[in-house]
């Protein structure tokens, strides 16, 4: 039997998945957690993939990464990081942004060069922090690379010492803000304007069916991917698909054929895992408004449910603006969570756990619209994933604040998923990925009555636009 792995290498943790080539039958699963924070050393990241591997990997035929998308590894001439790494979620660059975007000439002028506008997680304003806040760390910076990146150049059998050249693919540059996805190139004239005049080395850019190199043992490497572009090649998405994913931050994305260049900055501009594109929003909020509200109202995530689901829909006026750890989403780096129209009726744990779940896929539902008006997608079912997407109430909710029918799909890992196909694909040498079975899914429909939904986003978007404008 030939056999593939997959790793995902999310902020939180490391999974791995062995399956089979041929069918994608999951044959074994290994888990180890990551270091909380923003900026973390990337050598923790190898050895989690060492814990959650263990025993995994000895027999495999090749293996891909499917990581954490844009954040900043700067490594020494030697492969040596020479500071921890800063995670997408990290928001110190969000003045960075703001000066690139008026260097460049605004916002056009990004979308039309490299299809994505500058905010604090991409890669490009993080090397302007670095520049400007630790410049003895970014004189000694020789290459840049992203997590997957960093993943694959070791697992190949770099490491401190031993400088590999290091690898990527268009799924992950693409969040860089360096990388154009509709040319297929780096633009170094951007990174020498953010990183202040200095030249370091970038990964070379794999095609999504090509190998990397080997591990030390001999398995193929694949090119690996960012974890969306995993995430949608683990489901087979295909035209007319949405991706709404409610992990720790959330995000929706879909395929299409065309890249996308969005000058409001709301829409990203990435590829995809198959040589198309991924157009994405990506929130800094999503799951961690409700494991945060339960641990404001001292409940677990049943009863702070079982709660909400007694409420009625609305939560008798009260509103959440859930901008907890800031937001990208809009762009809104440095705002904090608030709770609006708390009356002394309306004070109670229940309407303060349904205002979450509102807020949670009110917030998405503005992501989604983002999707459809700018970056041009069709939605013909969106697929509902990630952690929450467990909830019935929240599958529930989503239906009637999306006002279509919500497919939550089986609940598996895939990120990791997509990594294992990946890998499989590139070990087969044919011209499109294997097709493995599709998931199982079930269906929620939308609620007859559309006004309920319309409700609970008109009082969210009151609310929101009442303090942000």
Not at 157 to 177: I, K, N, Q, V, Y
Not at 421 to 438: E, F, V, Y
């Amino acid at each position: 039997m030939t056999t593939v792995a997959g790793v995902d290498s999310s902020t939180q943790a490391c999974k791995v998945v062995v399956c089979d080539a041929d069918s994608g039958e999951i044959l074994a699963q290994g888990r180890a957690t990551h270091p909380e924070g923003t900026e973390v050393a990337p050598a923790a990241w190898w050895d989690a993939l060492q814990t959650a591997s263990a025993g995994l990997l000895d027999d495999v035929d090749a293996i891909a990464v499917a990581g954490q998308q844009q954040g900043l590894v700067p490594l020494d001439a030697a492969g040596v990081p020479v500071r921890d790494a800063l995670l997408w979620n990290d928001v110190r660059s969000a003045d960075a942004a703001k000066e690139l975007i008026a260097d460049l000439g605004g916002p056009r002028a990004w979308a039309d060069a490299v299809g994505n506008v500058p905010v604090a997680g991409l890669t490009v304003a993080k090397l302007r922090w670095l520049a400007d806040h630790e410049p003895e760390l970014a004189d000694n910076t020789a290459h840049v690379v992203l997590p997957h990146d960093y993943l694959t150049w070791r697992l190949r059998g770099g490491g401190p010492g031993h400088m590999l050249e290091p690898t990527t693919d268009r799924g992950d540059a693409s969040g860089t803000g360096y990388w154009s996805p509709a040319d297929g190139d780096y633009r170094e004239d951007l990174l020498a304007m953010a990183f202040r005049g200095r030249h370091p080395g970038l990964p070379r850019v794999l095609g999504p069916d090509q190998s990397a190199g080997h591990t030390p043992s001999g398995a193929l490497v694949a090119a690996g991917t960012g974890d969306n572009a995993g995430a949608a090649l683990g489901l087979g998405i295909t035209d007319g698909d949405v991706v709404v994913s409610l992990g720790t931050s959330g995000t929706a994305y879909a395929r299409t054929d065309r890249p996308a260049a969005d000058a409001t900055g709301a829409v990203s501009g990435f590829a995809d895992a198959t040589g198309a594109f991924l157009p994405l929003v990506c929130t800094l909020n999503a799951a961690r408004i409700l494991t945060s509200t339960a641990d404001l109202l001292g409940v677990d995530l049943p009863t702070l449910e079982s709660l909400a689901a007694q409420e009625p829909p609305g939560a008798d006026g009260v509103v959440m603006l859930p901008y907890l750890a800031g937001e990208r989403t809009p762009n809104l780096p440095h705002a904090a969570g608030s709770l609006h129209g708390l009356r002394p009726e309306a004070m109670r744990p229940g309407t303060v756990a349904r205002a979450a779940f509102e807020a949670l896929l009110c917030h998405l539902a503005d992501a989604l619209d983002h999707l459809t008006e700018i970056g041009g997608v069709s939605p013909r079912r969106v697929l509902l994933i990630g952690g929450a997407a467990r909830s019935r109430l929240v599958a529930a909710i989503a239906a009637q604040v999306f006002g279509v029918t919500v497919t939550v799909p089986e609940p598996a890992e895939y990120v990791a998923l997509g990594a294992a196909r990946q890998a499989a694909w590139a070990l087969s040498g044919t011209s499109r990925p294997p097709s493995w079975p599709a998931c199982s899914v079930a269906e929620i429909p939308p609620p007859a009555d559309t006004a309920t939904g319309r409700d609970i986003r008109a009082a969210y978007r009151r609310t929101r636009q009442a303090l942000y404008g």
